[in-house]
């Protein structure tokens, strides 16, 4: 109860906050299973993931006496964000950063248009645990929405029905 509570300290969704990271942990678990594994490249892998570490260690320090949680989910945010960049420069000679960056794209859009829409509404919430699984359902709601938009707009084949 105590970790819902700090997140949703000082009437800011954490949350929200926190689904940044969320782009980034995709992006890292598809590099990791796609790409750093089958080469062998574990040993690159391992250094982003400690630079990443070590950055938010620093960053937690820097940030939370300040900003507290908030400060927390923002070095959490930045941390993740490194580690992709990191990982990037690592492979950079053999994936096109460009060609990630246009495929990610929408996605990206996908998941921050939930964050934008709920934010304000998120700021005038009260604390609590029926208040964070009422944000949670609602930005879930509106997640799959715009999901569903781009899909029927895209026209993209993953979500049309199989043919058996």
């Not at 993209?156 to 058996?164: E, F, M, T, V």
């Amino acid at each position: 109860m105590a970790i819902i509570d700090l997140m949703l300290s000082d009437n800011v969704c954490l949350f929200g906050i926190l689904s940044i990271s969320f782009l980034f942990i995709a992006w890292n678990s598809v590099l990791r299973t796609q790409y750093f594994i089958p080469q062998k490249l574990d040993k690159y892998y391992l250094i982003s993931v400690w630079i990443g570490a070590g950055l938010n260690i620093v960053l937690n320090a820097m940030l939370i006496p300040s900003f507290s949680a908030v400060g927390a989910a923002v070095a959490t945010d930045i941390s993740y964000g490194v580690i992709i960049l990191v990982q990037m420069i690592f492979i950079c000679k053999e994936v096109s950063f460009w060609n990630l960056c246009k495929r990610c794209l929408p996605l990206a859009f996908i998941g921050f248009v939930p964050f934008v829409l709920l934010l304000p509404l998120y700021k005038h919430m009260q604390n609590g645990w029926v208040t964070f699984l009422l944000q949670v359902v609602l930005f879930c709601i509106v997640f799959l929405g715009v999901t569903w938009f781009f899909w029927k707009v895209t026209k993209n084949p993953i979500l049309a029905k199989r043919k058996k």
